[in-house]
Each structure stands twice: as C-alpha cells, then as structure tokens.
C-alpha cells in the first residue's frame, strides 16, 4: 500500500515557474517509478512525464519538453515536478503516480495521488 499526497499547485501568470511535490509514504519510495499526469477540464487524463527507481531516467511528453524537469529525492519519499514558461494549456489538476517503474508508469499505474490544481492566467 502506498499513499501520494501532492502539493504545490496554485494560480501562476504565463511565462512563469511553478514547482509541485508529490509525497510518499507507505512502502519502500525507491522501488517505484514515478510519473506526473495532468487532466484539463472536459479533456481524458494525459502523461506528463516519468522518473526512474534511482533518478536516473526521465520521460516528458512532448507538449512538455525543455520545460518541465521531473526529480526524486529518496531520502525524503519525493517526487517534484518543475514547471517553466507556462501557458494558460497547462492549466489542469496535475495528479502523481506510481508504478513498476517508468516505462511501466506511463500506461499503468499502481497509485495515484488526489491531484492538485494548476492554473495559468493568460
């Protein structure tokens, strides 16, 4: 059993930076991949991007690349998701996620956080 609990969301002008924080507790933090999902209202869930066990791998979906950087910190059962130059399309509840690993998170996934909302005025 693992529980996620994120934090960090609120309300951002575009062009601007936003950090969220996913934490975990429960089983061991390290043995999952973890991922960061996104869904606007009216729109399905999407994936935003993927962390490996150690933090030495990363996924972005390609509407996010070269702006968003997902983290780990182990030590504190962690998982960040740094958000620059928004735009008001990034605007939707952003939810953690755990999986077997990375690849494996990104189409399936074990648990999920509440979410936490983001928005970005233009």
């Known amino acids: 059993q693992v529980q996620l609990v994120e934090s960090g969301g609120g309300l951002v002008q575009a062009g601007g930076s936003l950090r969220l924080s996913c934490a975990s507790s429960?089983?061991?933090?390290?043995?999952?991949?973890m991922g960061w999902f996104r869904q606007a209202a009216g729109k399905e869930r999407e994936f935003v991007a993927a962390i490996s066990r150690s933090g030495s791998g990363t996924y972005y979906a390609d509407s996010v690349k070269g702006r968003f950087t997902i983290s780990r910190d182990n030590a504190k059962n962690t998982v960040y998701l740094q958000m620059n130059s928004l735009s008001p399309e990034d605007t939707a509840v952003y939810y953690c996620a755990a999986g077997a690993s990375a690849a494996v998170v990104q189409t399936r996934v074990d648990y999920w956080g509440k979410g936490t909302l983001v928005t970005v005025s233009p």
């Open positions: 429960g089983r061991t933090f390290s043995n999952y991949g």
